[in-house]
């Protein structure tokens, strides 16, 4: 299994006595010998773990702790050495576990620090339980949140998430093929080399999941594969800044930048998602509070210029979510988003605005809310990308579903018309239907995250988040949101734009979070460009792999699987799949195997048309959408679907749904039958 | 007193000080750490926890009797104490950390004076006992003993 295979990697980390770190006396040494005095010769023996408390109890506990568990601890007290000891060692940690309450810097902000720059699995730990902590914990992306005090039996396992994270870095690789599969270390043997019974029951649980993921691990297998990880530097993050600039945060694309940039051994993926965090990053300094009324203009402006989806881009979803739990509403981030230039397909558009608020809602308002439930689930969550992580994933097959369907829909358009632009229509009522699909469809997808308006008319979709959904009207943020049809969506991005975006740009064409209200409709690429950005990018962790790759769906552990478009529009069926990179292990639904058009089976015939043609299927219309394990969806996505594959799928679900249901209407093809 | 019989002892007072709150679970898990190797891990990080919280404790005292009380300021010393004092068990310490940053919500020096008051009672108690047994303890190493590393023996 991946597991395995990960394990000659990791335990090709080692332990470096050697390593000295920063200002702290390192103690890797000490937990070098101690491990192999314990007999800790074993993956994931050499664990290079950094732990940050201002509390030097705690600090000298989890030190010790982390000793016994055989990894090589360095202990820092202060946040700002820590990310300086960070810098100056590239690659020389593996996993962080940092306090949330520390004077010289906030948790969190380490949290947003380090995932920007190093790309590393952050853990958070506190004392303070509350459910809102722990979401912030999630929102800003730690992939896991620890009470204290903390045990030891929860410090083994967290080995599980760097070997998470490279197991999507290396899907992502895969996908790209540029890694060719390695082999399979098969001999690291089950459970033999795991002694202490905390191991046994991680690894037994990962075997589960391994075990699950048995089809798609073939693909994944990169076993021995070191993949270099980018560490994003200072300078280097100098030179990205000055790139993006220099192109104008609307242009600058992947490509592009890394053309800029010039720096040998730098891969697109690795731009791609360092942009994805970028501009996360940038929407949280904005800081901004909402203005509906800039949603408003936008949205129902249309012609004026296209709103776009500010849900789209999971990166923009992403912001959104965070802005909508740190307060700032999202209808900011949406006007933000539109100045951006939503058009391009960023990344993850996976969250759509409406998810954001959901998330926002749930998380303080409605603690009943399975959403509410399943943030803990989502703790895992890697990178602060996945804002969509904290999303229940309960609601997600719904919102799956309307995700599916549009990109089904424009899956079909696309497959007739390579260069139609399918945009993700999300909502878009019939007053508007035509016309603003045909500026959405301009549009590259992207998560673009519709418009609620339609909610209320999603049977599926729980009151409490038509509620929301109406409420947030993330998307549009205007007290229209509950009449108006108006297209709020933030999808449309001119023409001209998409000619940008295409590959580089993943198009985020679900948004697992979207509320089932939401029809998107993935604008994709004419060309595959776009898929193949959308394969890319993992949304799931932001990582410096990012294949980009349209996240959709539920995240888990807000892993968005962004599916490249390279392909075919199969990968649009895809999305909306939440993208759990690491492995089912959250995914409430059932992933179907290899096609996500399960969903098109299940598809009932009577499609409500809550909206108007661009209306996709309602969520309720999906039973149990669920989210391919993200490597599933990985799987799904790389090359090997087809045009041909993805206009099954299309037909397949001209057939199943009623007319109606799907319209295709603001698809410049004239393909789509409804 | 020969060995056997102070590690008898060391092994009731863990007993009876788990049995009566004075300290919890997690002061087991620190003895988990602790081995022959390490036979002094537990009193080590002990000790750094009361010099810590006697450094604390002034801090609160300080900004208590500010003219104008920095309650903010005061919680998150709380917050601190609570978060030390649950990582090595002292279970009666931690909530009285918990009441504090309660009555620290509310934003009244007077009740936050008393519940410093008790937060300081429970840290001296549970630091004599503790005093007391890391004392013991090095009789025992002294004496060519070892700790015991659970509470069956």
Not at chain 1, 128 to 150: E, F, Q, R, S
Request: charged residues 20%; proline residues 5%; hydrophobic residues 35%.
């Amino acid at each position: 299994m991946a597991l395995f295979c990960l394990w000659g990697y990791l335990s090709l980390w080692g332990m470096d006595p050697s390593h000295t770190k920063g200002t702290m006396p390192t103690s890797t040494s000490i937990s070098a010998r101690k491990a192999a005095d314990m007999g800790c010769d074993q993956f994931p023996a050499g664990l290079r773990v950094l732990v940050v408390d201002d509390d030097p109890t705690c600090l000298r506990i989890l030190e010790k702790m982390l000793q016994n568990c055989c990894y090589a601890v360095t202990k820092c007290n202060r946040a700002e050495i820590a990310l300086s000891m960070l810098r100056e060692n590239k690659n020389g940690f593996d996993i962080v576990l940092s306090d949330v309450h520390m004077p010289d810097m906030d948790g969190f902000k380490l949290l947003e620090q380090v995932g920007l720059e190093m790309d590393l699995p952050v853990i958070m730990m506190s004392a303070d339980d509350g459910k809102n902590v722990v979401m912030k914990g999630v929102i800003h992306g730690a992939c896991d949140y620890l009470i204290k005090p903390v045990r030891i039996e929860a410090l083994k396992n967290i080995w599980q998430h760097v070997v998470r994270k490279r197991k999507s870095e290396w899907k992502d690789l895969e996908q790209s093929g540029s890694m060719d599969d390695g082999d399979r270390d098969q001999n690291v043997s089950e459970g033999a080399n795991y002694s202490s019974s905390a191991y046994d029951g991680s690894w037994n649980s990962s075997k589960r999941k391994r075990d699950a993921e048995e089809e798609l691990e073939e693909r994944d297998d990169t076993s021995a594969l070191k993949k270099p990880r980018v560490v994003w530097s200072v300078e280097l993050h100098q030179q990205f800044v000055i790139a993006v600039d220099q192109l104008g945060i609307d242009k600058a694309v992947p490509k592009k930048i890394l053309e800029l940039m010039n720096v040998p051994g730098l891969s697109r993926e690795n731009v791609a998602s360092h942009l994805q965090k970028y501009r996360l990053y940038l929407r949280r300094l904005s800081g901004v509070s909402p203005h509906p009324s800039n949603l408003n203009n936008s949205f129902m402006n249309p012609q004026d210029h296209p709103p776009f989806g500010s849900m789209a881009s999971s990166y923009n979803g992403i912001d959104l979510q965070t802005l909508l739990v740190t307060g700032q509403l999202s209808p900011q981030s949406l006007a933000a988003l539109q100045a951006t230039g939503l058009r391009r397909p960023t990344a993850k558009s996976s969250l759509p605005m409406a998810l954001v608020d959901q998330n926002n809602i749930f998380s303080f308002e409605n603690p009943k809310l399975r959403f509410g439930e399943d943030q803990t689930q989502h703790l895992n969550n890697t990178k602060p990308v996945s804002l969509f992580h904290g999303i229940p994933t309960k609601m997600e097959p719904k919102q799956l579903a309307n995700m599916q369907h549009p990109s089904v829909q424009t899956q079909r358009n696309m497959n007739m018309n390579m260069n139609m632009n399918m945009n993700m229509a999300l909502n878009i009522k019939s007053e508007h239907g035509g016309t603003q699909l045909m500026h959405l469809s301009q549009q590259q997808t992207v998560g673009q995250t519709l418009n609620n308006s339609n909610v209320t008319h999603l049977p599926g979709i729980p009151s409490t988040l038509r509620n929301l959904i109406i409420s947030g009207s993330v998307t549009t943020g205007n007290g229209t949101a509950d009449n108006s049809h108006g297209p709020r969506y933030n999808l449309v991005s001119p023409t001209s734009v998409m000619v940008n975006y295409p590959m580089s740009q993943t198009t985020e064409v679900f948004q697992e979070e979207m509320n089932s209200n939401l029809k998107v409709s993935s604008g994709v690429m004419s060309s595959y460009g776009v898929f193949s950005d959308l394969h890319m990018q993992k949304s799931h962790d932001w990582d410096s792999q990012n294949v980009s790759t349209l996240a959709f769906g539920t995240p888990h552990h807000g892993n968005f699987i962004h599916h490249s478009f390279d392909i075919s529009p199969s990968s649009l069926i895809h999305h909306g799949f939440p993208s759990s990179q690491t492995n089912g292990e959250n995914h409430n639904s059932s992933v179907n195997g290899k096609t996500n058009f399960s969903f098109l089976d299940s598809t009932q015939p009577g499609i409500p048309q809550s909206v108007d043609h661009n209306s996709f299927f309602d969520p309720g219309e999906v039973k149990n959408q669920i989210i391919p394990d993200a490597s599933y969806q990985t799987d799904l996505l790389s090359e090997d679907f087809g045009q041909d594959e993805l206009l099954g799928v299309f037909l397949k679900q001209e057939q199943q749904e009623d007319n109606g249901s799907v319209d295709f209407s603001g698809y410049q093809t004239e393909n789509i039958c409804v | 007193m020969e060995v056997g019989s102070m590690q008898r002892q060391w092994v009731q007072y863990i007993k009876s000080w788990l049995g009566e709150g004075t300290l919890d679970g997690q002061y087991l898990q620190l003895l988990q750490l602790q081995d022959e190797s390490n036979p002094t891990f537990v009193s080590e990080v002990v000790t750094l926890f009361f010099e810590d919280t006697e450094e604390l404790l002034n801090k609160l005292s300080l900004a208590l009797s500010q003219p104008s009380v920095d309650f903010k300021k005061i919680d998150d010393h709380v917050h601190q104490l609570k978060g030390s004092s649950s990582s090595i068990g002292a279970l009666r310490v931690k909530n009285a950390c918990i009441a504090f940053r309660n009555v620290c919500d509310q934003q009244s020096a007077e009740g936050c004076l008393r519940c410093l008051q008790q937060v300081q009672q429970e840290f001296y108690c549970v630091k004599e006992k503790l005093s007391y047994l890391f004392a013991l303890e090095k009789r025992i190493l002294n004496a060519g003993g070892s700790i015991p590393m659970d509470l069956g023996s």
